[in-house]
């Protein structure tokens, strides 16, 4: 077993009787993960059978601490301890028992198997519900992306489930707290109407998205006798971590099934909630506090020092009452200081230097550092990459990749997919052909692309001519090699496109690995590009296998449904998984506070940009659906006002702050910008709080800031 | 040293490394997604992954206590009802606490974790029997099966899990079961001579892996291997995927055929 060095509190939690049921109350930072660690190798050690322990977490990547420790050779030998979310134990209980739940929950061919939908899978069904009601008007006096609000109504749905309400419900809640405009209320209408022809939907094709295999996990297969034994058979030690940042029906389930372990860990973050637009709901998890026999607190903080408390302290002072009466400790200066810069590009130059400064110069590892930003766009992220880059810096994100139309790698592949299938009748216009030929032929430029594309793309037909019969002389200004090159490509294309019922995750496969990665072409030996093809091809199989299902559809429809969902952005495959489980071992991490909050890992130094933005105060505007009011803690009937809204901002925001300083041990540099990454000046809330702490400072220490 | 401490060993990568050191480099160190055509034809090969995927979750469904009749009700497709009905002539009904199904078992093991992820294992009269279901559709030699790695680390673990301590590795025997070809089972008792083999053979292939450079874990010789590897044209060794009627010999990736709850 591996040896933590453990304090004395930590220490009891470990040893305590094998048959208890704790609840562990305290701050980030104070420890808790770490005993609940140690007090799972004391079970093992204690004759525990490591593979009846459940790991319960709202988000995978809470549950690293625990996998560093299964995953070493000093772990015990046997069967693994499981570490699931409830929605992942939801999707594994209606594999298996779906033929005992189907009928029942009904869905209509309950003698076929689910099919379980993901975020682009569920979106696409939606849209072909919804495309049609907005031709007749629906969402009229809405301007939204479609996308986006494909997405707000499947969040509805989702909220329906976590919190634990009926779907039909949905409207009357958010107009009971509508206190704007009336006419709110036929939009409100309009999205449960969506949602409620969806979920008809869904139970006539065994389609299950998240929200259904919640609701029936919740509502059929946990009260069901068999799976419940199954269950309770299979895990009778529980250890439930950040169950703050679970919801209302997680903690339902996990309540009633409480009786049934022999022992239980319930661990619950002072301060957390930080996926409230989630259902994460920190009061519901306060039940725990009653429903254990055990209540432990964790008071001192294991990361931050003393500057950083007070500076957390003066922080949630200034934000909740706009002023500071009492003294600010003068030792706070340590904890953190401010950098102005006029423009976005110099603030970023500037902590490029700083990080490399704390890490050549003052032996800081690269993964104690992060810098971190309300939100993370695609222009600030490359425009940190490409200074780190350029210093030398390695450095990881948190965020998801790029959206598949966003991909230069796979919006040539896609170009060269219509090429090849003139039947699909999507030709590609000449700068997608140029742009694909410079991007997919080694040895081409831009003028040798512009050239190919001038004289060897007929637009008119969609398709390439052979290079051979052109004239000499533009032969050699393209190139013999590059026209061999192009002739290679054109000839495959020609070869592989006559079977246009092929399936186009095959097509796509195929087109990779005889022709694109081969030597000749860019994506040979490029790793990024095969990660971007992989990620197409991924997203076109899981699209087919849940579509194909239906006998009358056919491939070829829909291989162009694929490309046309693609480049509308409704299929974008930015899979969460992709993002929030990757270590940044030797990197410096840059990423968006609430996605660095939720990885849990303290480091000893922080940036955070823009301090001056509105970005870290106001939450996105979601006009169809309310994260507040669709809430267990919402009084049904009352009127969400500004003041609601600003207390939950304000809420929201001190939540963050002491988040992040509670993960932090040494030092936060706050960059203040004049002008913000779209050419505004901004002033929000958090940069005013720490202005009346330098107020406070000056007024009694004379300490500046730069 | 490029391996991290958390490297799970398990038989499908210590294949890989067997059948090349250079595709275990890609795929367990770099985890490089190179998404290439392993082998053709690609519509048959999904079509029978799939339908390998269908079968080891019936039999889980099975031994979770679901009916076999209601079991019998869900299926459509005219093979996976072959093997079905096969699967039920096993007359398999072990009693409850003497058997687990589907269950990742791991050991510490030359510094490293190797572990074992078992279809079925069943446990009677202090003898284990582990089977492995195998749906393809051509059996291979029962020499082919038997030097494959999966037949050396799957008794391997589960005779040192500390639970079976005190069960002789001759009480534990491994079946591969193909519900294609149900009367012709591969099994193959194991032994303490066997133990001590494998033990010797999978630890100096782990201590050879954990103490290679970059640079030593180079492409295999056996040119025909790569017909059936995505990584060919990364490579520079080849354009299009071999066929499966070209392989000497099929044997159906463990990895494959299983409902990836991990995924989940």
């Given at each position: 077993?591996?040896d933590?060095?453990?304090?004395?509190?930590?220490q009891q939690i470990a040893?305590l009787p094998?048959?208890?049921?704790?609840?562990l109350?305290?701050p980030?930072?104070?420890g808790?993960?770490?005993?609940a660690v140690?007090r799972?190798?004391t079970?093992i050690?204690?004759?525990?059978?490591s593979d009846?322990i459940l790991i319960?977490?709202?988000?995978?990547?809470?549950?690293?601490p625990y996998?560093?420790v299964?995953?070493t050779?000093?772990f015990?030998?046997?069967?693994e301890?499981?570490?699931?979310t409830?929605?992942?134990?939801?999707?594994r209980m209606?594999?298996?028992f779906w033929?005992?739940v189907?009928k029942?929950?009904g869905?209509?061919?309950p003698?076929?198997p689910?099919?379980?939908?993901?975020?682009?899978?569920?979106?696409?069904?939606l849209?072909?519900l919804?495309?049609?009601?907005?031709?007749?008007g629906?969402?009229?006096?809405?301007?939204i992306?479609?996308n986006r609000?494909?997405?707000?109504?499947?969040?509805?749905?989702?909220?329906?489930a976590v919190?634990?309400?009926?779907?039909?419900?949905?409207?009357?809640?958010?107009?009971?707290?509508?206190?704007?405009k009336?006419?709110?209320?036929i939009?409100?209408d309009?999205a449960?109407?969506?949602?409620l022809?969806?979920?008809?939907l869904?139970?006539?094709?065994?389609?299950?998205?998240?929200?259904?295999?919640?609701a029936?996990?919740?509502?059929?297969?946990w009260?069901?006798?068999l799976?419940?034994?199954?269950?309770?058979?299979?895990?009778r030690?529980?250890?439930?971590?950040?169950?703050?940042?679970?919801?209302?029906?997680?903690h339902?389930?996990?309540?009633?099934?409480?009786p049934d372990f022999?022992?239980?860990?319930?661990?619950?973050d002072?301060?957390g909630?930080?996926?409230s637009?989630?259902?994460?709901?920190p009061?519901s998890a306060?039940r725990?506090?009653?429903?254990?026999?055990?209540?432990?607190?964790?008071?001192?903080?294991?990361?931050?020092s003393?500057e950083l408390?007070?500076l957390?302290?003066?922080?949630?002072?200034s934000?909740?009452y706009?002023?500071?009466?009492?003294?600010?400790?003068?030792?706070?200066h340590?904890a953190?200081?401010?950098?102005?810069?006029?423009?976005?590009?110099?603030?970023?130059?500037?902590?490029?230097t700083?990080?490399?400064?704390l890490?050549?110069?003052?032996?800081?590892?690269p993964?104690e550092?992060?810098?971190?930003?309300?939100?993370?766009?695609?222009?600030?992220r490359?425009?940190?990459?490409?200074?780190?880059a350029?210093?030398?810096?390695?450095l990881?994100?948190f965020?998801?990749?790029?959206g598949?139309?966003d991909?230069?790698?796979?919006?040539a592949?896609?170009?060269?997919?219509?090429?090849?299938?003139?039947?699909?009748?999507?030709?590609?216009?000449?700068?997608e052909?140029?742009?694909?030929?410079?991007l997919?032929?080694?040895?081409?430029?831009?003028i040798?692309?512009?050239?190919i594309?001038?004289?060897?793309f007929?637009?008119?037909t969609?398709?390439?001519?052979?290079?051979?019969p052109?004239?000499k002389?533009?032969q050699?200004?393209?190139?013999?090699?590059?026209?061999e090159?192009?002739?290679?490509?054109?000839i495959w294309?020609?070869?592989?496109?006559?079977?246009d019922?092929?399936?186009l995750?095959f097509?796509i496969s195929?087109l990779?690995?005889?022709?694109l990665?081969?030597?000749?072409?860019?994506f040979?030996?490029n790793?990024?590009?095969?990660?971007?093809?992989?990620r197409?091809?991924?997203?076109?199989?899981?699209?087919?296998?849940?579509?194909?299902?239906?006998?009358?559809?056919?491939?070829?429809?829909?291989n162009?449904?694929y490309i046309?969902?693609?480049e509308?952005g409704?299929?974008s495959?930015?899979?969460?998984?992709?993002w929030?489980?990757?270590?940044?071992?030797?990197?410096?991490l840059?990423?968006?506070?609430?996605?660095y909050?939720?990885?849990?890992?303290p480091?000893?130094?922080?940036?955070?940009?823009d301090?001056?933005?509105q970005?870290?105060?106001?939450?996105?505007?979601?006009?169809?659906?309310?994260?507040y009011?669709?809430?267990?803690?919402w009084?049904?009937?009352?009127?969400?006002?500004?003041?609601?809204?600003?207390?939950?901002n304000?809420?929201?925001?001190i939540?963050?702050?002491?988040?992040l300083?509670?993960?932090?041990?040494e030092?936060?540099?706050m960059?203040?910008l004049?002008?913000?990454?779209?050419?505004n000046?901004?002033?929000g809330a958090l940069i005013?709080?720490?202005?009346?702490?330098?107020?406070?400072?000056?007024?009694t220490?004379?300490v500046?800031?730069? | 040293?490029?391996?991290?401490?958390?490297?799970?060993?398990?038989?499908q990568?210590l294949?890989?490394?067997?059948d090349?050191?250079?595709?275990?480099y890609?795929?367990e160190?770099?985890?490089?997604?190179?998404?290439?055509?392993?082998?053709?034809?690609?519509r048959?090969q999904?079509?029978l992954m799939?339908?390998?995927?269908r079968?080891?979750?019936?039999?889980?469904?099975?031994?979770?206590?679901?009916?076999a009749?209601?079991?019998?009700?869900?299926?459509?497709?005219?093979?996976?009802?072959?093997?079905?009905?096969n699967?039920?002539?096993l007359?398999?009904?072990?009693?409850?606490?003497?058997?687990?199904?589907?269950?990742?078992?791991s050991?510490?093991?030359?510094?490293?974790?190797?572990?074992?992820?078992?279809?079925?294992?069943?446990?009677?009269?202090?003898?284990?029997?582990?089977?492995?279901?195998?749906?393809?559709?051509?059996?291979?030699?029962?020499q082919?099966?038997?030097s494959?790695m999966?037949?050396?680390?799957?008794?391997?673990?589960?005779?040192?899990?500390?639970?079976?301590?005190?069960?002789?590795p001759e009480?534990?025997?491994?079946v591969?079961w193909?519900?294609?070809f149900?009367k012709?089972?591969?099994?193959?008792?194991?032994?303490?001579?066997?133990?001590e083999?494998d033990?010797?053979?999978i630890?100096l292939?782990?201590?050879?892996?954990?103490?290679?450079?970059?640079?030593?874990?180079r492409?295999?010789d056996?040119?025909?291997?790569c017909n059936?590897?995505?990584?060919?044209?990364?490579?520079?060794?080849?354009k299009?995927?071999?066929?499966?009627?070209?392989?000497?010999e099929?044997?159906?990736?463990?990895?494959a055929?299983?409902?990836?709850?991990d995924?989940?």
């Amino acid at each position: 077993m591996t040896d933590l060095k453990l304090t004395k509190n930590q220490q009891q939690i470990a040893e305590l009787p094998v048959q208890s049921r704790v609840f562990l109350h305290g701050p980030a930072g104070s420890g808790k993960t770490t005993a609940a660690v140690q007090r799972m190798q004391t079970l093992i050690e204690a004759g525990v059978p490591s593979d009846t322990i459940l790991i319960l977490v709202p988000q995978r990547s809470l549950a690293e601490p625990y996998k560093n420790v299964i995953r070493t050779p000093q772990f015990t030998s046997g069967g693994e301890p499981s570490i699931l979310t409830i929605g992942g134990l939801a999707q594994r209980m209606l594999a298996l028992f779906w033929p005992l739940v189907a009928k029942e929950a009904g869905f209509a061919a309950p003698q076929t198997p689910p099919r379980f939908l993901t975020l682009e899978t569920a979106q696409y069904y939606l849209a072909n519900l919804v495309e049609p009601l907005l031709q007749l008007g629906y969402f009229e006096s809405v301007t939204i992306d479609p996308n986006r609000l494909y997405s707000q109504i499947l969040d509805n749905l989702n909220k329906s489930a976590v919190v634990g309400f009926s779907p039909e419900e949905i409207s009357t809640r958010l107009i009971q707290a509508w206190a704007g405009k009336p006419s709110q209320a036929i939009i409100y209408d309009q999205a449960q109407e969506c949602a409620l022809r969806f979920r008809r939907l869904c139970l006539q094709q065994n389609l299950l998205d998240f929200s259904l295999q919640l609701a029936v996990f919740a509502n059929y297969l946990w009260p069901s006798l068999l799976c419940r034994q199954y269950l309770t058979s299979t895990y009778r030690h529980l250890i439930y971590d950040n169950a703050e940042e679970d919801y209302p029906v997680a903690h339902d389930i996990i309540e009633s099934w409480l009786p049934d372990f022999e022992s239980a860990l319930i661990i619950k973050d002072e301060q957390g909630g930080f996926r409230s637009f989630m259902g994460a709901d920190p009061v519901s998890a306060s039940r725990f506090a009653i429903s254990c026999e055990n209540f432990i607190e964790f008071t001192e903080s294991m990361v931050k020092s003393p500057e950083l408390e007070h500076l957390e302290t003066a922080l949630t002072t200034s934000l909740t009452y706009h002023k500071i009466e009492g003294d600010v400790p003068t030792d706070i200066h340590n904890a953190f200081s401010i950098h102005p810069f006029r423009f976005y590009p110099q603030g970023l130059d500037w902590i490029t230097t700083q990080v490399k400064d704390l890490i050549e110069n003052q032996s800081v590892p690269p993964e104690e550092i992060v810098v971190l930003t309300p939100f993370l766009s695609d222009s600030l992220r490359y425009s940190i990459n490409t200074r780190f880059a350029d210093a030398g810096l390695n450095l990881s994100t948190f965020r998801p990749s790029r959206g598949l139309r966003d991909e230069p790698a796979i919006k040539a592949v896609l170009t060269l997919v219509k090429l090849a299938f003139p039947t699909l009748n999507m030709k590609p216009v000449k700068d997608e052909v140029r742009n694909a030929i410079l991007l997919l032929i080694e040895g081409c430029d831009y003028i040798r692309a512009d050239l190919i594309t001038q004289v060897l793309f007929a637009a008119s037909t969609g398709s390439l001519r052979t290079f051979d019969p052109i004239k000499k002389e533009m032969q050699q200004r393209i190139t013999y090699l590059v026209g061999e090159r192009f002739e290679r490509l054109r000839i495959w294309l020609e070869e592989n496109s006559k079977d246009d019922a092929l399936e186009l995750d095959f097509f796509i496969s195929r087109l990779f690995g005889e022709l694109l990665s081969q030597p000749g072409y860019k994506f040979h030996q490029n790793f990024d590009s095969a990660a971007a093809v992989s990620r197409l091809v991924e997203s076109a199989r899981k699209f087919r296998q849940v579509m194909t299902v239906e006998a009358s559809v056919k491939t070829h429809d829909l291989n162009k449904e694929y490309i046309r969902l693609v480049e509308t952005g409704i299929l974008s495959a930015q899979y969460l998984a992709d993002w929030t489980t990757k270590t940044w071992s030797g990197a410096v991490l840059v990423s968006p506070a609430f996605s660095y909050l939720m990885n849990n890992r303290p480091v000893r130094f922080q940036f955070w940009l823009d301090i001056g933005s509105q970005g870290w105060w106001t939450r996105l505007d979601q006009p169809l659906t309310h994260p507040y009011v669709l809430n267990r803690n919402w009084q049904n009937e009352k009127l969400w006002t500004d003041m609601h809204e600003n207390a939950a901002n304000q809420q929201s925001i001190i939540r963050i702050m002491d988040g992040l300083i509670r993960r932090c041990s040494e030092h936060i540099y706050m960059c203040t910008l004049g002008v913000n990454e779209q050419g505004n000046e901004e002033r929000g809330a958090l940069i005013k709080a720490v202005q009346t702490i330098l107020r406070k400072l000056q007024g009694t220490t004379g300490v500046k800031h730069v | 040293m490029l391996l991290p401490d958390s490297f799970v060993f398990t038989q499908q990568n210590l294949q890989d490394y067997k059948d090349c050191a250079y595709r275990f480099y890609l795929k367990e160190i770099l985890k490089l997604d190179w998404p290439a055509v392993e082998s053709e034809p690609i519509r048959e090969q999904e079509v029978l992954m799939l339908l390998g995927t269908r079968f080891h979750l019936l039999c889980q469904q099975y031994f979770s206590g679901i009916p076999a009749d209601v079991l019998s009700a869900q299926i459509t497709q005219p093979e996976l009802i072959e093997w079905w009905q096969n699967f039920l002539k096993l007359d398999l009904h072990p009693a409850p606490g003497n058997f687990s199904v589907e269950k990742l078992n791991s050991i510490p093991f030359a510094g490293y974790r190797l572990a074992a992820k078992i279809d079925l294992l069943l446990k009677s009269d202090g003898k284990l029997t582990l089977y492995d279901w195998k749906t393809s559709q051509h059996q291979p030699k029962r020499q082919t099966l038997l030097s494959r790695m999966q037949s050396k680390v799957y008794p391997y673990v589960i005779s040192a899990l500390s639970a079976n301590q005190n069960i002789l590795p001759e009480s534990v025997e491994m079946v591969y079961w193909y519900p294609a070809f149900p009367k012709s089972p591969v099994s193959f008792a194991y032994s303490s001579a066997q133990k001590e083999a494998d033990q010797t053979e999978i630890e100096l292939l782990i201590n050879e892996i954990a103490s290679k450079e970059k640079e030593a874990f180079r492409k295999t010789d056996n040119l025909k291997a790569c017909n059936f590897c995505r990584f060919r044209s990364l490579c520079d060794r080849g354009k299009e995927a071999g066929t499966s009627d070209m392989a000497d010999e099929q044997v159906d990736s463990d990895d494959a055929f299983n409902f990836d709850f991990d995924a989940i």
